[in-house]
């Protein structure tokens, strides 16, 4: 039996209401207990200042502030996993309703093309709610594809199969061997939207250099190849959380069509860009912040640490 997130009662409770509602309720109890733990005079890091001093540049007032903010955000995340697992489909349709695309006549386009897509987003904010209203809005009646490496991730599976309900049929296949890819490109070719998550760690498989912030950052890299074999339009986006809504920001579609190392190169820059714009605009809303050594060469110096309490927010890698 799936389980639900592991969050404190009262977030579960709020998981029931509106988005907005939940929200707001959320971030008034949070500033509550931050303005009751500074006047008994316990103002303490929430864990990401450090790597935001040392990997963005910041001064420690304000990586002190995007910490909090992360925390914050790590919190709101759960909640929102939480309201997708419990809320009804009609409650779900409505959260959707409060997803604003910046570019929707690029996901229009690409949509009436009718031809094979991919979908690159980030492990940010409530990616899920927003790859589910880019489904039901530009692709309906098309399945969706969710690549990934591993699945022992029970919740997050369980939770992404309720976009059935809404109308949208999921399908997960677990890449490990060249069988296993070619499944995906058949897939493709026959119409489903393919979702391939930009900012998985090298380990994934074909890494490939995208520095970022003047450090050596790899990324697994296989969409290119991908896209190539597929002759699917790739779509990068970056989702973004709001009190009152969520935010699906949509970058330049690309296609590939060679195999040639510069084509690579050039479209590896392109996803570099994509990343570093998406996480240096909201540097609290990545959720992968935790790993960042998994990213970086081991002769990388960089702070690595972890939330307060010791532990890393839970993995939300698809």
Not at 13 to 35: F, M, V
Not at 115 to 129: C, D, E, K, S, T
Not at 182 to 192: C, D, E, N
Request: net charge positive.
């Amino acid at each position: 039996m799936t389980m639900p997130p592991r969050i404190p009662w009262t977030y579960a409770r709020l998981a029931g209401l509106p988005l907005s509602w939940r929200r707001r309720l959320l971030r008034l109890i949070l500033t509550g207990r931050g303005l009751a733990a500074r006047l008994r005079g316990r103002r303490r890091d929430t864990g990401f200042a450090a790597t935001f001093e040392s990997v963005l540049r910041l001064p420690r007032r304000e990586a002190l502030r995007l910490s909090a903010q992360a925390h914050h955000h790590d919190v709101a995340t759960e909640l929102e996993w939480c309201a997708l697992h419990r809320r009804p489909v009609d409650a779900i349709l409505r959260d959707m309703e409060r997803v604003t695309v910046t570019a929707p006549e690029i996901m229009e386009r690409v949509a009436a093309g009718g031809r094979p897509v991919i979908l690159a987003p980030l492990h940010m904010g409530a990616y899920v709610l927003g790859l589910a209203t880019l489904m039901t809005r530009y692709f309906p009646g098309r399945p969706m594809l969710v690549l990934r490496q591993r699945d022992d991730m029970a919740m997050e599976t369980a939770v992404i199969e309720r976009l059935r309900e809404i109308g949208t049929d999921v399908r997960f296949l677990t890449v490990g061997e060249r069988a296993d890819f070619l499944s995906a490109v058949r897939f493709a070719q026959k119409g489903a939207v393919i979702v391939v998550f930009c900012d998985l760690a090298p380990a994934y498989g074909a890494p490939a250099e995208m520095p970022m912030f003047g450090l050596p950052f790899r990324f697994a890299f296989g969409t290119d190849t991908l896209a190539r074999l597929t002759g699917a339009t790739v779509v990068p986006l970056a989702t973004t959380m709001g009190d009152h809504g969520d935010t699906v920001s949509v970058s330049q579609p690309f296609e590939v069509r060679s195999s040639a190392p510069d084509e690579r190169a050039m479209v590896a820059g392109i996803m570099r860009r994509h990343l570093q714009a998406a996480i240096a605009g909201r540097p609290d809303q990545w959720h992968l912040w935790p790993s960042l050594a998994d990213y970086l060469p081991s002769s990388a110096s960089v702070q690595a640490n972890s939330p307060a309490g010791g532990e890393a927010p839970q993995s939300l890698a698809a």
